[in-house]
């Protein structure tokens, strides 16, 4: 490979430190960011001061040595000049007296300068790279004992050799950060792996795609068919199908035109018979899995097949059983109502009923079906045939035995305010750990008699795989969702296959009940379900209106409709925009820098932070987009920023920002603040599992990638109270046309149909649930679950 030489790597003509570092002000253990005071020696730009704070990634620095840094200059607004560094290389001594005094130092215990001398006296001026390059040179050293030996070469290895790979990373146009990601994933053998086989960096490097590595591994002469090559393909292949698309396999077909799209070139062609050699190695590798003709990643083979094994353990558990009669059940149902004041509907009556006698329920229902009311009746009346107690304080020496979670922190929030219980999300349930994985499995099995999840529609394949197996027996679990949402952001379509597969105890609730019925938003919600044609969409209702605009005047009617709202009482926590892309000008991007203006204004009192092209301001709100379980946030929840530091006011002496979390408060600081963003506007897929008051709904051509049914139903079931739309009405009569995108390759649906029994017609299971409807006591239909209303008689919305 050709690779820059040391000379035009730190070429003077670039800008340049020689210095001393003499203060760490902060270093991040885990990525190796660091800010730190140097005292300046030699330099070939002109500085104001004789030190500088000096940022990058660096390895363990020392202090008091000389170390000759590149980079640029940036002048910080508050903090002056700061030199950001690229490359670096430590500044050996040149020098006998020199060397003498580095190898007798701190670095080298048990090594005092006598043994030192004999080392230069041995190896002359260049006894270090001697060293480095050849430990056993130190065997012409007189009466140097061979631990000794070791422990020179040991120290120098640790102290020097990471330097030598970030600047052999460097030498292969990887920025510090990715350096710094490679060099802790291989150590001190990375140049050598990637000499190897480059494509490696693929799999075991967050970051780094297909094309990257293949630019590498040309230079290697690793092009064509090579084997190393078109396994990196395959993988690669699978990977981004499974996290762009959902898919949790693909089929022979799918991976070898895929495959060749990525491998073939105009000159170097790479066949399927090259591709399908290959897939067969990955296979017998254990690094794919071939089931038949589809194409697995392990992870996903095993996920969906554990799945599998643990809902046919839960469903044949010997321990299950019902232990109370249709009269008891009847009994403990009356007094709930009489203690609520409520009558419940008759299919609620048999969901309830069909949740108790069974070890796993599925229940189903789009918006105003009685779900929330639903799942408070099985809880209760589990609690009432079990004698069992609801407050938590009771249970002092034992565990609580109702476990309700969801897959975000807001689902669970609004499943304990409507349960009156505490409700978790399923990672912190799990006791989810980041990448050293969950705290409870089969081993370490959760305990609860009752565990109720709630949004299962957003749960993917690997979630639902550990979240099932990690539940001890005897055990019943009632799963909830709408499967008309969209699918998890993960692979896997894991409640529509469930529900599809027809062996489980399933409870459709298809009745709107009367509180629902005058809401014109959840007429809505159906008729897009039902891909009815949606006739009055343009006509004014009083809690939704259309207002036609086009795209490039979408920013201006939302802020619009938002100042309206705002002038009218409602905050930005009750009005929530959603959009499906975050580029463009009509994107999440450009839409939230006009609403953080219109809710939270600049001003020369308050205070900001500025973030690549994100300027943070107290009030903010924010949007977390990565799980964060040491702090009880995770992805989807959405803070606000509460407080501001700015660099030598707190100990840690970097800018931070403080956002509560529904209370929690949370420290950010500035080399984590890509972990959040403005939330005024947010993606329909990050706000699954939430309700807002108002939402409001941009819909336009731009978006034609991303327009499908399911998304704008999801979109609009995220309404509590009000409903707007702007746009292009004919965009969302396409919109709710279009299904076609939605299929993702997965096998669930089979496999528990191959394992749990045939499947069902689908007359005869709904002649079932109508049976178990007809079985219990008519009465009319009535949702007693009480929704959050805005005043009717305000219109917070313009009427353009």
């Not at 600049?602 to 943070?616: D, Q, V, W």
């Not at 969302?732 to 045939?758: N, P, V």
Request: hydrophobic share 40%; charged share 25%.
């Amino acid at each position: 490979m050709s690779n820059p030489t040391s000379l035009d790597l730190f070429s003077e003509e670039l800008p340049f430190i020689i210095g001393v570092p003499y203060h760490l002000i902060f270093q991040n253990s885990e990525n190796a960011y660091t800010v730190m005071k140097v005292k300046i020696e030699e330099t070939n730009i002109s500085l104001p001061e004789k030190d500088i704070v000096v940022i990058g990634y660096f390895p363990a620095l020392h202090l008091q040595e000389s170390y000759h840094f590149f980079g640029n200059v940036k002048v910080h607004p508050r903090y002056g000049h700061q030199f950001e560094v690229e490359r670096f290389r430590k500044l050996l001594p040149q020098s006998k007296a020199g060397i003498v005094h580095y190898l007798s130092g701190d670095l080298f215990p048990g090594i005092g300068k006598a043994t030192a001398e004999r080392i230069v006296s041995a190896l002359g001026e260049q006894a270090i790279s001697k060293i480095l390059e050849n430990p056993d040179c130190l065997t012409e050293v007189p009466k140097l004992a061979a631990d000794k030996a070791t422990l020179i070469y040991e120290a120098l290895l640790k102290h020097e050799g990471l330097e030598k790979v970030m600047i052999g990373l460097t030498d292969y146009g990887f920025g510090p950060r990715l350096s710094m990601k490679i060099y802790q994933a291989y150590g001190n053998e990375a140049l050598t792996i990637i000499e190897e086989n480059p494509y490696r960096l693929v799999q075991d490097i967050e970051g780094i795609g297909f094309h990257r590595a293949d630019e590498l591994g040309k230079q290697y002469g690793l092009t064509g068919e090579h084997p190393d090559r078109i396994q990196a393909g395959i993988l690669y292949v699978l990977n981004e199908a499974a996290m762009n698309n959902g898919h949790v396999y693909l089929p022979k077909e799918s991976v070898l035109q895929n495959a060749t799209l990525l491998l073939s070139t105009p000159r170097e062609p790479v066949s399927d018979e090259g591709i399908e050699r290959e897939l067969i190695v990955l296979h017998e590798e254990g690094k794919a899995i071939l089931e038949e003709d589809r194409f697995y990643l392990p992870s996903l083979y095993f996920a969906e097949k554990g799945l599998v094994s643990s809902l046919k353990r839960l469903m044949e558990q010997s321990e299950f059983q019902q232990n109370f009669s249709e009269a008891e059940f009847l009994a403990a149902l009356g007094g709930l109502e009489d203690r609520l004041a409520i009558e419940y509907a008759p299919s609620q009556k048999a969901a309830i009923q069909q949740a108790l006698a069974s070890p796993v329920t599925l229940l189903t229902g789009g918006p105003g079906t009685g779900k929330t009311t639903v799942i408070k009746g099985i809880v209760d009346i589990y609690a009432e045939l079990h004698g069992l107690s609801l407050n938590p304080k009771d249970y002092k020496d034992e565990p609580f035995p109702f476990v309700l979670i969801a897959p975000t922190g807001r689902a669970a929030k609004r499943m304990s305010e409507s349960t009156g219980l505490p409700a978790v999300t399923i990672h912190r349930l799990l006791g989810w750990k980041g990448g050293s994985g969950y705290e409870h499995d089969e081993e370490n099995p959760l305990e609860g008699r009752l565990v109720i999840v709630d949004e299962m529609s957003m749960v993917d394949i690997w979630l639902a795989n550990h979240l099932l197996r990690s539940l001890k027996t005897p055990v019943q679990i009632v799963i909830v969702g709408d499967e008309d949402q969209l699918p998890s952001v993960g692979p896997g379509q894991v409640l529509n296959d469930l529900l599809h597969s027809h062996v489980l105890p399933t409870v459709r609730l298809t009745d709107i009940y009367r509180q629902a019925e005058g809401s014109s938003i959840i007429e809505l919600a159906h008729a897009i379900k039902n891909g009815e044609q949606v006739i009055e969409l343009q006509q004014a209702k009083e809690d939704r209106r259309f207002f036609a605009c086009s795209q490039s005047q979408i920013l201006d009617v939302v802020q619009k409709v938002c100042a309206n709202a705002h002038k009218k009482g409602f905050s930005s926590k009750d009005i929530q925009v959603l959009a499906p892309i975050y580029r463009g000008n009509a994107g999440i991007d450009a839409l939230n820098k006009v609403l953080q203006d219109l809710f939270n204004p600049k001003h020369e009192s308050k205070r900001f932070l500025t973030f690549g092209e994100t300027e943070f301001r107290v009030g903010d709100k924010v949007l977390q987009l990565v799980n964060n379980p040491e702090d009880n946030v995770f992805n989807g929840d959405i803070g606000e920023v509460v407080a501001l530091f700015k660099a030598n006011e707190r100990t840690e002496k970097e800018d931070a920002l403080v956002v509560s979390f529904d209370g929690i408060e949370v420290t950010v600081s500035r080399k984590d603040l890509g972990q959040l963003t403005l939330a005024y506007c947010t993606s329909i897929h990050k706000a699954q599992g939430s309700e807002f008051p108002i939402v409001v709904l941009p819909i336009v051509k731009g978006y034609h990638r991303m327009l499908r049914r399911n998304l704008i139903y999801t979109a609009i079931t995220r309404s509590r109270s009000y409903l707007i739309m702007c746009g292009d009405a004919d965009a969302f009569m396409r919109a709710i046309q279009q299904t076609e995108g939605d299929r993702r390759f997965s096998h669930l649906k089979e496999k528990l149909i191959e394992r749990l029994g045939a499947e069902r017609e689908e007359e005869e299971r709904s002649e079932s649930e109508k049976a178990a409807v007809d079985s219990l006591q008519s009465s009319d239909p009535d949702d007693w679950e009480i929704d959050e209303t805005l005043n009717e008689e305000e219109d917070p919305f313009l009427n353009l």
